[in-house]
């Protein structure tokens, strides 16, 4: 039994071509979208230019049948506008916590525990001067010299 046959090289073209034709569709249904639709979505419009193609590749079978063709293509839809939706709370995720405060990975030697600045405001670090000075801001500091005050400790 061959794992590879024609009809899952087809099925795999199909999956292929609906998500490209996901994309596409994805972004056409939204430009026909009111002015006044898609100006009240504001950074929620990447979430609903995903959500359209999954919801055309969910009810594409119901439509046009359910053969291989359709199905290949409605789950290449759905793909596609799961992957847009998921891309965009990634970059989101990403972009809240790059560089503005603690964020992942540096809570213990960045902004939190060494800084004399949280976000723009003075604040009390949990570690180091109390005076306002911003010698721990910096999370490209080298915090294992000795002028950081570490070595006392």
Do not use: H
């Not at 759905?78 to 990975?105: F, H, L, P, R």
């Not at 005076?131 to 915090?143: A, I, N, Q, R, V």
């Amino acid at each position: 039994m061959a794992m590879f046959t024609k009809e899952t090289a087809l099925e795999v073209a199909y999956i292929g071509a609906g998500a490209a034709a996901g994309k596409v569709v994805g972004a056409k249904v939204y430009e026909q979208l009111p002015a006044s639709v898609t100006t009240q979505l504001g950074t929620y419009a990447p979430y609903v230019e995903g959500a359209i193609p999954v919801l055309i590749g969910l009810f594409l079978p119901q439509l046009a049948g359910s053969s291989t063709f359709v199905r290949g293509l409605a789950n290449g839809m759905i793909a596609s506008g799961a992957s847009t939706i998921v891309g965009t709370a990634y970059d989101q995720i990403k972009g809240a916590t790059a560089g503005g405060g603690a964020g992942v990975g540096n809570v213990m030697m960045g902004n939190v525990m060494m800084s004399g600045y949280g976000n723009g405001i003075i604040s009390t670090p949990l570690m180091g001067s109390t005076d306002g000075d911003s010698d721990y801001s910096d999370t490209s500091y080298d915090f294992t010299s000795a002028g950081t005050g570490e070595m006392d400790y």
